[in-house]
């Protein structure tokens, strides 16, 4: 073993009593990087599958309408006031050569074709405004889960047939096998059967959304074999909004990612991620000023050993070693046991903290790149952390410390 590594060693086997507490404080500090990292993840992992659950991460429809700009029949200039167009519901030029091509977009796993618009829906004396929807079930569940979210019947939407949402059901008084009276704001109208009733968790869309078939939709909005939108699901939700810039930049059409329109919520993700970075270098800070203040303690004791070593002719470059390979020790050692305590943590979180449904908030496994991440922050806080008490041990004066050591 080099010559260092032997000192550094002996070095923290006599302080013993001082390399335990620091070695512990490093532990800590490990631990707490690794499991609010965890925490944090898991949270934003949850709290989005619960958004998202219930609605595509990626919209692909036409671009609004826009005035076409007015001339002055006199001064021949651009007229002061535009009125702003009527928005009409219309729709994707070519949506069939578009649906084919984006699937083949880096991030994309899968599409739907849908026509959407609003109408009413009746049964008896009771009506309710409805937004229509129009599918193809093999394709849509796999942007939103509708049979995993079923309370009754099943999800079969077949001619004539329709899924509706707990309120809607309750509040027309309907049940699997009834029959509701469908009328879009076109003046279109249809009859369907309901043969499920879905709770996606969002009151507002249980009370509204009717899932009918593509062809019925297209039938009641009057848009013979067209749609108004094609709905996408993505690999990684957090890149949604590149993928929507990707695609918008490539068919001309507008693409709307889940960031665009829950604001709230991608501000909230962002602020838990910098207030986990903030604790993070204050626990980083924490542990450099720790190690650093028992080495400069261990340069003070060792003071005639690093004198005698000096004056047999050691250079200060070695000393200098032997306190960096101290402290890079005691932030690897401390790397390893704190991985091991944050591990214990996060299985104990996933069994206690659950959610409403007993799946756990905080996966029990933790990614590699935390424990990597962590290890490399701890060795290098070490080494830096022991920069000064080293530097101090190679500019001792071999004559003064022996002579005051």
Do not use: C
């Not at 009834?178 to 309901?194: A, C, H, K, L, M």
């Not at 665009?260 to 970075?277: D, K, S, Y």
């Amino acid at each position: 073993m080099p010559f260092e590594w032997l000192l550094a060693l002996r070095f923290l086997r006599e302080g013993r009593m001082q390399t335990l507490l620091i070695m512990a404080g490093t532990t800590a500090g490990v631990a707490v990087i690794i499991f609010i990292t965890a925490l944090v993840n898991g949270l934003q992992a949850s709290l989005a599958s619960r958004t998202l659950s219930t609605q595509a991460h990626i919209v692909v429809r036409s671009p609004d309408e826009v005035p076409s700009p007015v001339l002055d029949r006199f001064a021949q200039s651009v007229a002061s006031h535009v009125e702003p167009r009527v928005q009409r519901l219309r729709s994707i030029d070519q949506w069939e050569r578009v649906f084919r091509e984006l699937p083949a977009i880096p991030g994309v796993v899968a599409a739907s074709p849908m026509a959407s618009g609003s109408g009413f829906a009746s049964r008896g004396d009771a009506t309710r405004s409805i937004a229509i929807i129009g599918v193809e079930p093999a394709l849509y569940i796999r942007i939103v889960d509708v049979p995993g979210r079923l309370v009754a019947g099943g999800f079969r939407i077949g001619p004539g047939e329709a899924v509706i949402g707990t309120e809607l059901a309750r509040d027309l008084g309907a049940a699997v096998g009834d029959r509701i009276r469908v009328v879009s704001t076109e003046g279109r109208n249809d009859v369907f059967q309901v043969t499920g009733i879905f709770d996606l968790g969002v009151k507002d869309l249980n009370r509204r959304w009717v899932i009918v078939p593509l062809r019925s939709a297209q039938s009641l909005l009057e848009l013979p074999g067209g749609v108004t939108n094609i709905d996408l699901a993505v690999a990684d939700v957090m890149l949604a909004e590149e993928v929507a810039g990707r695609i918008a930049a490539s068919t001309g059409l507008t693409a709307e990612s889940w960031m665009a329109v829950n604001t709230q919520l991608l501000t909230a993700f962002r602020n838990q991620t910098m207030t986990t970075r903030t604790i993070r270098v204050f626990l980083v800070l924490i542990v450099a000023l720790g190690i650093a203040s028992v080495l400069v303690v261990s340069v003070v004791q060792k003071q005639k050993e690093i004198g005698i070593l000096r004056a047999i002719g050691t250079s200060p470059r070695r000393i200098m070693g032997v306190f960096l390979i101290q402290g890079g020790i005691v932030g690897g050692v401390g790397a390893m046991l704190g991985s091991a305590l944050a591990t214990g943590m996060v299985w104990a979180a996933s069994r206690v903290m659950l959610q409403d449904d007993g799946a756990p908030l905080v996966p029990a496994a933790i990614p590699a790149d935390y424990y990597l991440g962590a290890a490399a922050v701890a060795v290098v806080a070490g080494v830096l952390a022991a920069v000064a008490p080293a530097r101090r041990a190679a500019m001792l004066d071999p004559v003064e410390a022996i002579r005051y050591g």
